[in-house]
């Protein structure tokens, strides 16, 4: 199966690529499974309605049979660009699963919960899962990812839940 770690954020200075590059690394252990990170800042999406959206966006979805999001919490919530990714392609993410990896100074647990609502609503199962980063405990001076070891056994069980959940979804799909 394949997998999108799709990297939430598109803002200079983001840290989101340290984040998807140390859950692709425990991920990766996984032989049978492809895990890749995606960056929705590669694809240069419009923002909805002011022009025709981006077919290479769409294509990397619907190929995808899982994803793992990389979701950071600004303002207590996500940030536009996920949002816009997320609403830039519909059909292509049913009947699928996700796993979301939060961080922020709560731990972007505001911005995963919302999350969730949205992705279900593009009938996307989200699993229970959520492993959550500090912005205080997980990073030095709030730009250097430095996750403690303890980490690494709840990523392991959103993983799981997520090849589990993946497996059954691609039955009726």
Request: proline share 5%.
């Given at each position: 199966m394949?997998?999108g770690i799709?990297l ?14 140390y859950?692709?690394e425990?991920?990766?252990k996984r ?5 890749e ?19 290479a966006?769409n294509a990397k979805i ?9 979701t ?24 699928k ?11 972007g ?6 999350l969730?609502v ?7 199962a ?6 959550a ?5 997980d ?9 403690g070891?303890h980490m ?9 839940e ?10 009726i799909r």
């Amino acid at each position: 199966m394949k997998f999108g770690i799709i990297l939430g954020s598109t803002r200079e200075g983001r840290v989101s690529p340290q984040v998807g590059d140390y859950i692709k690394e425990i991920a990766s252990k996984r032989a049978d499974h492809d895990f890749e990170i995606v960056d929705i800042k590669e694809f240069n999406l419009p923002f909805m309605g002011t022009a025709e959206g981006n077919p290479a966006w769409n294509a990397k979805i619907d190929e995808l049979d899982g994803y793992i999001f990389i979701t950071q919490e600004y303002n207590h919530g996500l940030t536009a660009p996920l949002k816009n990714a997320i609403d830039s392609a519909r059909p292509e993410f049913f009947n699928k699963a996700a796993g979301i990896v939060s961080y922020g100074s709560a731990g972007g647990v505001r911005a995963a919960e919302q999350l969730r609502v949205i992705m279900a609503e593009q009938k996307v199962a989200t699993v229970r899962t959520n492993p959550a980063f500090n912005l205080f405990t997980d990073f030095e001076n709030f730009a250097d990812f430095k996750p403690g070891e303890h980490m690494e056994p709840g990523i392991n069980d959103m993983l799981d839940e997520l090849i589990l959940w993946s497996e059954a979804f691609k039955t009726i799909r």
